[in-house]
């Protein structure tokens, strides 16, 4: 568009006055208006370069914004994928037993993805040294919607990756002995070299890593052999790695029994047992320990007077335990599960609603669905106790608070008979046993801790259906029970294996406790 008016001002017309092409409109009265529509016009050009000039500003404001936009997108998601989920508990909710939520649902409910509520998590620790850097280049197309319209952001992303380096390789040694002739016993004698083991084609390291595989990854003998095989280029066959294991639990014997004494003068210690086979036959497997103990026993029998050969006669600490009648008598106090009891409460619930309408007792579902509640709160109140987040000073008034409620659920008598059994028994006289770890400071109110140390077992049970010998059943209580020690005790478990096959029984017993015994 032009950018004067129209007509010029310089314009003069023929006709002044009367105009033959303007219907006798007046020529001065024509050109009057067409100046001032042609002020109006430029003034509204002005608006317009105006307007131009701040859509110009605001693009590229736009353009700014739109930039920054997208580096604080890639910002967040980089920091969504560091940051920990947290997964704390709401009020009133906790972890229970193995398998079950802390809210009390339903087992028959679909369970969420991911780590229990209540379950503190893991993050890995950045690296403290780095063997190589490598620098990859910005993506020019998204990998998520194909777009190449991606804008480089001045920040780098970090991302550290630990790996191995496997060398096929094995170390062969040659040692070459200084020999002495003994007059007494008329025979040439030889001393072992370091980290030799006399007699032995396989060195320690090797016989470690296998034990290793074997209680605490819990793979076969066949598998361990295969994988010392084709990393290692080590050729062991299974039997060679069944006599490794009974050679670490022959040397391993004196620590397993100084275990079982330490067992029976620790304050608090969980009990728990499950069903084995050994040649076929049914036996059980015990657990005793703690958090920094672990003690198992294979035995054919399931019986009062294996639990006293455990626990000794004299045990005079808390025994965490569920209601299994071999325990009783046993210790100066006991705690009972409550997480026990509460999946219990759920199974009840859920037998009760299968039944038909006729059938149903209607004060059964509110009884369990209180018990629920109750015992979720008890596990979360003992979570607290333990962290500090509650102080002890308030576990007395919690435990009268808490035993009212009790006894107020427990009031009416249930027609539905599994609801009254576990109704009696709350109500009776074991009631107290339900809050020993309201009275007692360190005791928790779960056996979790027994069933999390048995899991291992349960699972070689049900891969290798068990044990063939007396001297398998002997093997399988000593070495878990070292391996697991171990480990609760800071210290990794093929390298303590790697000195109970080396050493004297003194270095090996400071090797498991970590010097600290």
């Given at each position: 568009?032009?950018?004067?008016?129209?007509?010029?001002?310089?314009?003069?017309?023929?006709?002044?006055?009367?105009?033959?092409?303007?219907?006798?409109?007046?020529?001065?009265?024509v050109l009057e208006e067409y100046r001032r529509a042609a002020e109006v016009y430029q003034e509204h050009l002005r608006i317009i370069d105006g307007f131009d000039g701040e859509l110009k500003v605001r693009d590229e404001r736009i353009?700014?914004?739109?930039?920054?936009?997208?580096?604080?997108?890639?910002?967040?998601?980089?920091?969504?994928?560091?940051?920990?989920?947290?997964?704390?508990?709401?009020?009133?909710?906790?972890?229970?037993?193995?398998?079950?939520?802390?809210?009390?649902?339903?087992?028959?409910?679909?369970?969420?993805?991911?780590?229990?509520?209540?379950?503190?998590?893991?993050?890995?620790?950045?690296?403290?040294?780095?063997?190589?850097?490598?620098?990859?280049?910005?993506?020019?197309?998204?990998?998520?919607?194909?777009?190449?319209?991606?804008?480089?952001?001045?920040?780098?992303?970090?991302?550290?990756?630990?790996?191995?380096?496997?060398?096929?390789?094995?170390?062969?040694?040659?040692?070459?002995?200084?020999?002495?002739?003994?007059?007494?016993?008329?025979?040439?004698?030889?001393?072992?070299?370091?980290?030799?083991?006399?007699?032995?084609?396989?060195?320690?390291?090797?016989?470690?890593?296998?034990?290793?595989?074997?209680?605490?990854?819990?793979?076969?003998?066949?598998?361990?052999?295969?994988?010392?095989?084709?990393?290692?280029?080590?050729?062991?066959?299974?039997?060679?790695?069944?006599?490794?294991?009974?050679?670490?639990?022959?040397?391993?014997?004196?620590?397993?029994?100084?275990?079982?004494?330490?067992?029976?003068?620790?304050?608090?210690v969980h009990g728990d047992e499950t069903s084995w086979r050994n040649d076929g036959v049914g036996h059980s497997v015990w657990f005793a320990g703690n958090e920094n103990l672990a003690f198992f026993h294979i035995d054919r029998h399931?019986?009062?007077?294996?639990?006293?050969?455990?626990?000794?006669?004299?045990?005079?600490?808390?025994?965490?335990?569920?209601?299994?009648?071999?325990?009783?008598?046993?210790?100066?106090?006991?705690?009972?599960?409550?997480?026990?009891?509460?999946?219990?409460?759920?199974?009840?619930?859920?037998?009760?609603?299968?039944?038909?309408?006729?059938?149903?007792?209607?004060?059964?579902?509110?009884?369990?669905?209180?018990?629920?509640?109750?015992?979720?709160?008890?596990?979360?109140?003992?979570?607290?106790?333990?962290?500090?987040?509650?102080?002890?000073?308030?576990?007395?008034?919690?435990?009268?608070?808490?035993?009212?409620?009790?006894?107020?659920?427990?009031?009416?008598?249930?027609?539905?008979?599994?609801?009254?059994?576990?109704?009696?028994?709350?109500?009776?006289?074991?009631?107290?046993?339900?809050?020993?770890?309201?009275?007692?400071?360190?005791?928790?109110?779960?056996?979790?801790?027994?069933?999390?140390?048995?899991?291992?077992?349960?699972?070689?049970?049900?891969?290798?259906?068990?044990?063939?010998?007396?001297?398998?059943?002997?093997?399988?209580?000593?070495?878990?029970?070292?391996?697991?020690?171990?480990?609760?005790?800071?210290?990794?478990?093929?390298?303590?294996?790697?000195?109970?096959?080396?050493?004297?029984?003194?270095?090996?017993?400071?090797?498991?406790?970590?010097?600290?015994?």
């Amino acid at each position: 568009m032009p950018r004067h008016p129209y007509p010029p001002p310089d314009f003069e017309c023929l006709y002044r006055h009367s105009c033959p092409y303007l219907d006798g409109m007046s020529t001065q009265w024509v050109l009057e208006e067409y100046r001032r529509a042609a002020e109006v016009y430029q003034e509204h050009l002005r608006i317009i370069d105006g307007f131009d000039g701040e859509l110009k500003v605001r693009d590229e404001r736009i353009r700014v914004l739109e930039r920054e936009n997208a580096e604080l997108k890639a910002k967040l998601q980089a920091l969504h994928q560091r940051q920990f989920k947290s997964n704390q508990k709401k009020d009133g909710e906790t972890g229970g037993k193995e398998g079950q939520s802390a809210s009390g649902s339903d087992e028959g409910e679909k369970k969420k993805r991911g780590v229990p509520v209540g379950h503190p998590g893991w993050v890995r620790p950045k690296p403290d040294h780095m063997d190589r850097i490598v620098h990859v280049p910005a993506p020019t197309i998204c990998p998520h919607c194909q777009s190449d319209d991606l804008t480089p952001m001045e920040e780098t992303k970090e991302h550290f990756q630990e790996d191995i380096v496997i060398r096929p390789h094995t170390l062969v040694t040659g040692y070459r002995h200084g020999q002495a002739f003994c007059a007494r016993c008329n025979r040439s004698v030889v001393q072992a070299g370091e980290g030799e083991l006399l007699n032995a084609p396989i060195g320690p390291v090797a016989k470690s890593v296998a034990i290793y595989l074997r209680y605490r990854i819990g793979i076969s003998y066949r598998k361990t052999t295969e994988l010392l095989r084709e990393l290692f280029g080590l050729e062991v066959v299974p039997a060679s790695a069944l006599g490794f294991d009974r050679k670490a639990a022959a040397q391993g014997q004196p620590l397993y029994e100084d275990l079982r004494e330490k067992i029976r003068t620790s304050d608090v210690v969980h009990g728990d047992e499950t069903s084995w086979r050994n040649d076929g036959v049914g036996h059980s497997v015990w657990f005793a320990g703690n958090e920094n103990l672990a003690f198992f026993h294979i035995d054919r029998h399931r019986s009062a007077e294996v639990a006293k050969s455990i626990f000794g006669e004299d045990f005079a600490g808390t025994l965490v335990r569920d209601r299994y009648a071999a325990y009783n008598g046993i210790g100066r106090d006991w705690q009972a599960c409550i997480a026990h009891i509460l999946t219990k409460a759920k199974e009840i619930r859920g037998e009760h609603a299968l039944l038909p309408p006729t059938e149903k007792d209607p004060a059964t579902g509110p009884f369990c669905d209180r018990v629920i509640d109750l015992c979720s709160r008890l596990c979360d109140v003992g979570q607290k106790l333990k962290s500090g987040d509650i102080p002890w000073k308030a576990a007395a008034k919690i435990e009268k608070r808490s035993v009212t409620e009790l006894n107020t659920i427990c009031k009416q008598t249930l027609r539905f008979k599994p609801a009254e059994t576990l109704r009696s028994y709350l109500a009776g006289p074991q009631q107290k046993f339900l809050f020993t770890f309201l009275r007692h400071p360190g005791v928790p109110p779960t056996n979790n801790l027994a069933e999390q140390s048995l899991r291992h077992l349960v699972i070689f049970r049900k891969t290798s259906f068990g044990t063939r010998s007396e001297s398998g059943l002997k093997t399988h209580s000593i070495l878990p029970s070292l391996v697991q020690t171990a480990r609760r005790q800071g210290v990794h478990p093929r390298e303590f294996l790697q000195t109970l096959l080396t050493a004297d029984t003194a270095t090996a017993q400071a090797a498991l406790y970590n010097n600290s015994s």
